[in-house]
């Protein structure tokens, strides 16, 4: 019979064992395949674009096109050629679908020069000396089921011809709600700027009433100009010299152009060849001579409110050879090169990077992109038209963009700054993560603040201290509070404890000052009364009875000197004198807020821990102290405390591995502004409450989706790494105690 029971217990240990060895397996598989799952929502931020050659097709040999183009659905392209004539034709196989032509005023004229605009506008300079502001229009016709696209050709402007024709003009159309603005500039063979700028407004009496305005620019140059361009509002006009200068006016004053400022682009001299407009109006792309690319945009001069001067952002990757061409995108901060050897660049302003690189057989002459950036056109030597199917759906992320300082656009410097909307259609995304990983760090460093010496004195005491009696009721109740939603702490801490601590906020700091001068009164009270019957009964396991006089006294001591405080120091306001002589601004919800709510979350987590770590020392150790003549607090001191510090030392990092995944409390009790800022008395945005608040306005698949995503995996790497530093820590530590 003792044998069958032996049996027994060898196979319910066997089984035990098993359960246990895969139920184990079990839960690190599910946690690696949670992190694989995420992970892979992720990674198509980083994958590179591709660009598929979709239609390849040769045009008439005496066709001398001047300008190509394509609609956003890939299925209709258009060339202009010089005898003004434009050719829409399928991308599919090349066939004809319409034939258009400009009118000249002159019957034989032909078009010398044309300059692409922002949206599918053309500025075309005839041999007349005439020059006309011409758009391209697609839309989708529905008959049915079937559909097809219709395009369009409107001429918006017409110039009569100056008295000295420019084969280089530039021309801006804009029209609001009160004007039409029409701004030309040329360039005449003498490197000079001619600007005539037209207004059309609606009079008094319902008629239209033109205002035309011409002005010459000076000719005091730092050098010849041969690059130039508008804005898209044609207030804002930018060349750059043969020797590198970059220069700039404002044409916002009808008629009067006004010379903003010079800037030596670089210092070697190289000519700058080519300019554009990045899609917003705020930044220019600047070309040069040997190849390199970078933008610029006016920033304010430190020490200036309103002084702008314009200042180098962002150096993208050199090209081989020199850019003779930009064409920015009409959707985002992406901008498509042509360089002099005939090779297409596409590049992402923001996060620098280089997106794609394109040849024809021949080097390309001529290229543009479709207005949603899933495409581009290009023209080579040999009259080869060439369509690429374009797939970039996350232009705009970069390993330096998410996790190092950028020199945004209208900003005075770089930054770290996280901004996924804006009202703006021009808005340049900012997918920062290091303020949300301060911001988690701050909230968690603030609440272990609070929370480690609460939990670690109160486990000291229980377990060293108190009677078993009194143990054994506090330790389940401070187990339970563990298990209170942290939506209702949020709550709390929202709505009732944070306009609490804005009224008595000097009052908080006053209890800390106060309350070891109150205590150290106190014990001196003790000490004359100790001998008496209740403090000897007390001294047997109730001290905790001890603490709570003196915080009451302490409470009511700093309630009684705060108006007196803040009226000797603060002038009556304490948040007044913090905004007017410290610069801070104190917030409602704020991170003392945060330090008593996410502080109380994980109390009862570093409380039991520990509690059972200390509970756990042999008594023989402490039995030894004692008998040797320590004290029972030398004894924790010197004994106690090095032998469970690898349990303490669980207890904090478990903690503080709760404190930063922690959502609901930091998501209501904080303002979520994702500053990087230690102040106390402003908020944060964490990791995990971003993703709560950011999620369900995320577009799936999208690039904020996906960065949400990642920064998921950010929080699962940081907490990873902790625990495993924390276990290789806590090995040690149990190896030199002794403790197994």
Known sequence: MGASVFDKAKRTDKIARIIITWGGIFVIVCVIGILV??????????????????????????????????????????????DGHWRFFSLTDGNTL?????????????????????????????????????????????????????????????????????????????EHSDEKVTTAVRLNEDGLLQVNQSVTRENMFGDEETEDANATLPTELPGKIIAATLDGQGKKLYAGTSNGYLLRWNLETIGEPRFVEKTLAFEDGRAITALGMIFGGNSLAVGDEKGGLTTWFPALVEGSSNIRKMQKIHDLESQESAIVSIVPSRRDKSLTVLEQNGTLHAHHMTSERHLLQLRGDTPLKIVNDSSRGNGLIGLDEKNQVYVWAVDNPHPDVSWKLLFQEIWYESYPEPAYVWQSSSA?????????????????????????????????????????FAQD??????????????????????????????????????????????????????VGLWHRIRHLDFAKHVEQGYEFLMILPVLIVSVALALWLQPLVETAF?????????????????????????????????????????????????????????????SR?????????????????????????????????????????????????????????????????????????????????????????LNTLAELIRHRLRKRYGQM
């Open 98 to 174: 319409d034939e258009v032509t400009s009118q000249p005023a002159l019957e034989n004229a032909t078009l010398i020069s044309v300059a692409q605009h922002e949206g599918l506008k053309y500025t075309l300079v005839w041999s007349d000396g005439r020059t006309t502001l011409e758009e391209v229009s697609f839309r989708p016709v529905f008959s049915g089921s079937d559909r097809s696209i219709q395009h369009k050709l409107k001429t918006i402007k017409s110039f009569s011809a100056p008295e000295q024709p420019s084969p280089f003009v530039f021309i801006r159309y804009s």
């Open 424 to 464: 703006s259609d021009d808005f340049e995304p900012k997918y920062s993560l290091i303020p949300l990983v301060f911001g988690s760090f701050k909230g968690t460093v603030y609440a272990m603040l609070f929370a480690i010496p609460l939990a670690l004195l109160g486990a000291i005491y229980t377990s060293q």
């Open 570 to 630: 603060f002038g009556g306001d304490f948040k007044l004198w913090l905004f007017q002589e410290m610069g801070l601004r104190y917030d409602q919800r704020n991170n003392i807020i945060i330090s008593f709510g996410l502080g109380f979350m994980v109390i009862p987590i570093i409380f039991t821990i520990a509690d059972d770590a200390l509970s756990n020392v042999p008594y023989n150790l402490k039995a030894a102290s004692l008998a040797l003549g320590a």
């Open 633 to 721: 607090w030398q004894t924790v001191w010197r004994v106690v405390l090095p032998s469970a510090s690898s349990g303490i030392f669980a207890a904090i990092i478990i903690g503080f591995g709760r404190a930063i995944g922690e959502t609901m409390v930091v998501l209501m009790a904080t303002g979520n502004t994702p500053i990087m800022d230690w102040s106390l008395f402003n908020g944060m945005r964490t990791l995990s409450a971003n993703i709560a608040v950011e999620i369900p306005e995320a577009p799936a698949d999208g690039t904020l989706y996906r960065i949400l995503f990642l920064s998921a995996v950010l929080l699962f790497l940081i907490t990873f790494v």
């Open 469 to 522: 009696s009194f143990r054994n009721v506090i330790k389940p109740a401070v187990e339970i509070t563990a298990a209170m939603p942290s939506v209702i702490i949020g709550f709390l801490c929202a709505l009732w404890l944070a306009p609490i601590i804005e009224s008595y906020v000097v009052s908080v700091f006053l209890v800390m000052m106060v309350l070891p001068f109150v205590f150290a009164g106190f």
């Open 37 to 82: 799952l995420i992970a892979k929502v992720a990674i198509p931020l980083f994958l590179p674009p591709t660009a598929d050659n979709i239609a390849r097709f040769q045009l008439p040999e005496k066709t001398k096109a001047l300008a190509v183009g394509m609609d956003e659905y890939l299925e209709t392209g258009f060339v202009l050629s010089s």
